[in-house]
């Protein structure tokens, strides 16, 4: 059913734009264990199973593991090889998964070498990923809200943020939100006192009592009118996605509505909530077994549910999303 | 998207300003569960402090929005200061209750069509009718007295801008509105008991000439850009006249005295309060001449300043404010202003 759904929402976006560069969807959110990978290949699966050309990128540098949630062993290239040089195009690094249309590229194994990745290089890289032939990319973003994983999630054109019904998951996600809300402003902002300014309210224990996006509008908007209206405007543009991991109960399936709402009210972002997947043995069952999710068990609840934002995903890259972030790298 | 500290009640409600009753009562009863004290929602986000005061917010906004007449009420505050509701253009999604609401209450204007444009066309149409009115019943002795009420019940729902004010113009209905006029004619024994009565000796001033006047001050209402400034433009005499003639007309003299007003004066929460008593006002009485909430009123004359509208509503209101208190306009947004920026600088 939503596999037709899909299909079809495909075919016209592949036609109407044939020389449009590749979509990138990034999944992030602040904590690890949170069901990044396991969306990330899932949603992966569903798509090519929709008859679109996927490749997946494990960006999770130094803590990579997304070639097992599609069960397959560490292959042997990957993508430090690319940041290294040692492979010259960025094609060279994709492997087959198994599942026709679903390439890879792996995690760079090398630790140090792709965690210290320099401001040039990355931004290498985020122009050769999207330069790949394919119709989506999908990037399994690390944890923590470095600068390097907030740039890969403000470069995609859809970010999805991931969490599981606990505080501290919530806590994370929220400033992973934030704080990549801050990194876009920074991004844009090209005079110095502001971009201290946005420097300050970075540093969640600030003496500047910035604590929110809103509070940083107020405070710009006194240094200068104008560009608190524009900042504002920013606030407006920026919509990174929620999907709730682990749902155990109903309260957890509307937890995705108040957090989108909780967040809306107080960061002043609007996080558009796509669903979630529930809490089932399943997952665990095949992660055991190294299998993907989606091809083991396609029957299971949570099958299904990826399904279901694979479809919203499917929505919304219809509507053309693109990058703030890119237009201006 | 603004912080819900400066959210008005719809945004705050998260609901569109034609909302009908049960998705307004379902959107509320949402969030009360999403912030209420057992939501994780809003784990790490809010501190105690903001989640009680947008609590309360919620809770006033559904008090308000809950209740047609309020609602319709705070429409029209929300319009007067926004110069523009939001309302029009979004007729196509009203849905079958909201028209059957509409349907019930046709001497309203409808709500989902009510921009401050079409409110100046009211306007013009009842002042037309209050002139046809007004002439008819001059051409009687006695219809004189009754007559200027009329043109005074006009300019009274000039200065409050109230597109359903023409309930107001029935006779009975005016609210013991004294035409400035009979300050000069009238003495003062024959005013007071002219105000109470609503009895006017009659005038040798032509009717037909506060019928221009009426006419001339429609003329602002026809922009559609409006704010609180016009306001004090549309009842800048007639307001404050009727301030004094109020306390003269309704209340026993022993009213405390107005505060006295030099340069060591401080214009703050104190002073709102010692004036509008000095005016013989309640708060209730201020809140429904000047239909600012009575919430906000409280809040300015208790400098509560957390839980204000954003600051250019809160100037609007203050102007507003001032001048039917007969307190120096300039001044009372000034000190007011600076209070509310030394608070939130804390």
């Known amino acids: 059913m939503n596999q037709e759904t899909m299909t079809e929402l495909r075919v016209p976006q592949v036609r109407e734009e044939e020389k449009r560069e590749t979509f990138i969807v990034a999944i992030g959110g602040g904590k690890g264990g949170i069901g990044k990978s396991l969306l990330t290949a899932n949603l992966g699966i569903s798509f090519a199973q929709s008859r679109m050309k996927v490749v997946l990128v494990d960006a999770d540098l130094g803590g990579s593991n997304l070639h097992t949630c599609l069960g397959m062993d560490l292959p042997e290239a990957s993508l430090g090889d690319f940041v290294n040089r040692r492979a010259e195009k960025i094609e060279d690094v994709i492997v087959e998964t198994g599942v026709a249309g679903l390439g890879l590229i792996s995690g760079a194994e090398d630790y140090l070498g792709s965690a210290n990745i320099k401001y040039t290089q990355k931004i290498r890289l985020l122009k050769q990923i999207r330069k790949i032939d394919t119709d989506v990319i999908i990037m399994d973003l690390g944890s923590g809200t470095s600068f390097n994983m907030l740039d890969f999630f403000l470069y995609s054109d859809l970010g999805i943020v991931t969490m599981i019904p606990e505080p501290t998951s919530l806590e994370n996600s929220y400033r992973f939100i934030r704080s990549a809300f801050y990194r876009l402003l920074r991004h844009l902002e090209k005079s110095l006192p502001f971009r201290k300014v946005i420097d300050e309210a970075m540093d969640p224990h600030n003496e500047t009592g910035i604590r929110t996006p809103h509070d940083l509008v107020r405070v710009v908007a006194k240094m200068d009118p104008e560009r608190g209206e524009q900042y504002r405007a920013y606030m407006d543009t920026f919509r990174p996605l929620l999907v709730i991991n682990q749902v155990r109960s109903v309260d957890d399936e509307e937890l995705g509505v108040a957090v989108s709402t909780a967040c809306r009210k107080y960061l002043g972002i609007d996080l558009d909530y796509l669903g979630y997947i529930n809490y089932d043995d399943v997952v665990w069952k095949t992660a055991r077994s190294r299998a993907a999710l989606l091809r083991q068990e396609p029957d299971s609840a949570v099958a299904k549910s990826i399904w279901e934002i694979a479809v919203q995903v499917a929505v919304r890259l219809r509507e053309n999303p693109s990058s703030t972030l890119k237009k201006i790298l | ?346």
């Not at chain 2, 009718?129 to 006695?142: L, V, Y």
Request: glycine share 6%; net charge negative.
């Open chain 2, 1 to 346: 998207m603004r912080d819900f500290r400066e959210q008005n009640f719809y945004e705050l409600l998260e609901v569109k300003p034609h909302v009908s009753q049960p998705d307004l009562e379902r959107s509320y009863q949402r969030l009360k569960r999403f912030f209420g004290s057992r939501s994780v929602a809003t784990y790490a986000l809010f501190q105690p402090d903001e989640l009680v005061l947008l609590r309360r917010r919620i809770e006033d906004a559904y008090r308000i929005l809950s209740d047609p007449e309020r609602r319709q009420r705070y429409n029209s505050e929300l319009e007067r200061m926004d110069g523009k509701l939001e309302l029009a253009g979004t007729a196509a999604e009203d849905s079958a209750v909201d028209e059957a609401e509409a349907e019930a209450q046709p001497a309203s204007i409808g709500e989902s069509h009510y921009t401050l444009h079409e409110a100046g066309n009211v306007f013009r149409r009842l002042t037309d009718e209050a002139r046809q009115n007004i002439e008819r019943k001059a051409g009687t002795q006695e219809g004189r007295g009754e007559a200027e009420d009329l043109a005074a019940g006009v300019f009274d729902s000039l200065a409050n801008k109230e597109g359903q004010a023409g309930n107001d113009l029935e006779p009975d209905a005016i609210d013991q509105n004294i035409p400035v006029e009979s300050e000069e004619v009238a003495t003062p024994e024959a005013e007071q008991t002219a105000a109470a009565e609503s009895d006017l000796e009659p005038v040798d001033e032509l009717p037909a000439e506060a019928d221009t006047e009426a006419g001339d001050d429609l003329e602002p209402l026809e922009s559609d850009e409006s704010g609180p400034d016009e306001l004090e433009v549309l009842g800048e005499e007639d307001l404050s006249a009727q301030g004094d003639e109020k306390v003269a007309a309704e209340e026993k003299p022993i009213l405390p005295p107005m505060p006295e007003i030099n340069e060591q004066t401080i214009y703050n929460g104190e002073l709102l309060r010692q004036a509008r008593e000095a005016k013989g006002f309640s708060l209730e009485k201020l809140a429904d001449k000047t239909k600012i909430s009575i919430y906000f009123l409280r809040n300015l004359e208790n400098e509560v300043f957390d839980d204000l509208p954003a600051l250019v509503y809160v100037r609007g209101y203050l102007k507003f404010i001032a001048q039917l208190l007969g307190l120096d306009k300039e001044a009372t947004v000034k000190g007011l202003t600076e209070r509310i920026n030394q608070a939130s600088n804390k």
